[in-house]
């Protein structure tokens, strides 16, 4: 399987020939969803879901589908008859020839004044790849490869150390990261690789790596 990281939270996957991408949001590339088979949105944040972008990549694709969740749906079903399917925790289905396990269900909280939306995370082909949107949701199988929400509003590097720590993945790639300014990139990069317990990777917006 070909991992590509694309800017902030976006990743494409590729295997037997087909794309499958998620999270296309306002700080990835502009045409972050062209040229995807199938695209997984884990919730409606602006920097996760950007309709601009979702429709490029379903307009250039008309056989390609859209999984997310209900507050997602129901802004671009109507415009898509149906290619675009609501889940919701413990759904299983299959996009572009993979597997896909659906995990948890509420965004991790940013202040307790503000409501929490829902949010999904998605488990790839048996635990190759897990994207948790933004929570810090356990799946209750091994995780090979980690998609780690390295920066946010919504946490601190100490919780993202834990959060390695309890998952325990193979190997832990950086996403969420476009606030993260290069000047502390070194500083996350030796304290998680540290003290997480598992290989902490980065790769740069469009570089790719086989998983």
């Not at 037997?16 to 700080?27: A, E, K, Y």
């Not at 879901?49 to 079903?77: C, H, I, M, N």
């Not at 502390?184 to 902490?200: M, N, T, V, W």
Request: proline share 7%.
């Amino acid at each position: 399987m070909k991992l590509t990281k694309k800017a902030h939270a976006c990743v494409r996957l590729e295997k037997d020939g087909r794309t499958l991408v998620i999270d296309p949001g306002g700080f990835s590339e502009e045409d972050a969803a062209v040229g995807a088979d199938a695209i997984l949105v884990t919730h409606e944040h602006p920097d996760h879901f950007d309709e601009g972008r979702l429709r490029a990549g379903l307009e250039a694709s008309p056989g390609a589908e859209l999984w997310t969740l209900k507050s997602v749906s129901d802004q671009v079903a109507a415009a898509f008859p149906g290619r675009v399917h609501t889940v919701g925790h413990g759904d299983t289905f299959t996009a572009a020839g993979f597997d896909v396990q659906v995990h948890g269900e509420l965004h991790a909280v940013i202040h307790p004044d503000i409501p929490r939306i829902t949010n999904v995370g998605y488990l790839v082909d048996g635990g190759r790849v897990f994207h948790p949107g933004d929570a810090l949701t356990v799946p209750d199988q091994p995780v090979e490869t980690l998609m780690l929400p390295v920066m946010a509003p919504w946490n601190k590097i100490a919780e993202v150390i834990d959060y390695v720590r309890e998952v325990k993945p193979h190997r832990a790639y950086d996403i969420h990261d476009a606030l993260l300014t290069d000047l502390a990139r070194p500083i996350y990069d030796r304290q998680i690789g540290g003290l997480g317990g598992s290989e902490h990777l980065r790769l740069a917006p469009g570089a790719s790596a086989e998983i």
